[in-house]
T-cell receptor
Framework: DTGVSQDPRHKITKRGQNVTFRCDPISEHNRLYWYRQTLGQGPEFLTYFQNEAQLEKSRLLSDRFSAERPKGSFSTLEIQRTEQGDSAMYLC????????????FGPGTRLTVL | AQTVTQSQPEMSVQEAETVTLSCTYDTSESDYYLFWYKQPPSRQMILVIRQEAYKQQNATENRFSVNFQKAAKSFSLKISDSQLGDAAMYFCAYGGGGADGLTFGKGTHLIIQP
């Protein structure tokens, strides 16, 4: 069973550095979502893709954040000039078909900005 | 904008007993979906149950069932015969008729007392 995978699982970086996370969705899923989860909170939607097209971006996604899904398969989320407030769990989810079908989540990447 | 409220930060139940987790939401849409996700400690989020708003019948998955009250915008989760493995954070989530991401509540921490 190949579920959603994310890499790395943990990332520690210094303030001001750039970081990139990768998400591999379930193979036949056409939709891919990014969320951010801070301690004690539920996940907050950041952005999503249908195939390779980025269709929606939350206001939470500042200019320092960029996401891509180049061939409609895996996706990357890059954070430039990281800030301490970026420390969070970054979750990826995928789904098949037209929304809102069930989203299947990956294990997340925990980012710590020192 | 849609909001999801989980008013119980923490619930505790004896093993084998029944517990109900509360969730209310606010929306102006008529077509939407509701979900309960479970997030065990340091593990990924998994779907527990989902409900389509157009369906009057409450969804059931083995020991998990929902009480969906559309007019009251309430969506509670009942867990019967609680097991130690049910201990986790439980998140209520709303998915609109459009293609945006899910809106989550802040979660309820469920403790199972042996």
């Amino acid at each position: 069973d190949t579920g959603v995978s994310q890499d790395p699982r943990h990332k520690i970086t210094k303030r001001g550095q750039n970081v990139t996370f990768r998400c591999d969705p379930i193979s036949e899923h056409n939709r891919l979502y990014w969320y951010r989860q801070t301690l004690g909170q539920g996940p907050e939607f950041l952005t999503y893709f249908q195939n390779e097209a980025q269709l929606e971006k939350s206001r939470l996604l500042s200019d320092r954040f960029s996401a891509e899904r180049p061939k409609g398969s895996f996706s990357t989320l890059e954070i430039q000039r990281t800030e301490q407030g970026d420390s969070a769990m970054y979750l990826c989810a995928s789904s098949l078909g037209v929304a809102p079908h069930t989203q299947y989540f990956g294990p997340g990447t925990r980012l710590t900005v020192l | 904008a849609q909001t999801v409220t989980q008013s119980q930060p923490e619930m505790s139940v004896q093993e084998a007993e029944t517990v109900t987790l509360s969730c209310t939401y606010d929306t102006s849409e008529s077509d939407y979906y509701l979900f309960w996700y479970k997030q065990p400690p340091s593990r990924q989020m998994i779907l527990v149950i989902r409900q389509e708003a157009y369906k009057q019948q409450n969804a059931t998955e083995n020991r998990f069932s929902v009480n969906f009250q559309k007019a009251a915008k309430s969506f509670s989760l009942k867990i019967s015969d609680s097991q130690l493995g049910d201990a986790a954070m439980y998140f209520c989530a709303y998915g609109g008729g459009g293609a945006d991401g899910l809106t989550f509540g802040k979660g309820t921490h469920l403790i199972i007392q042996p």
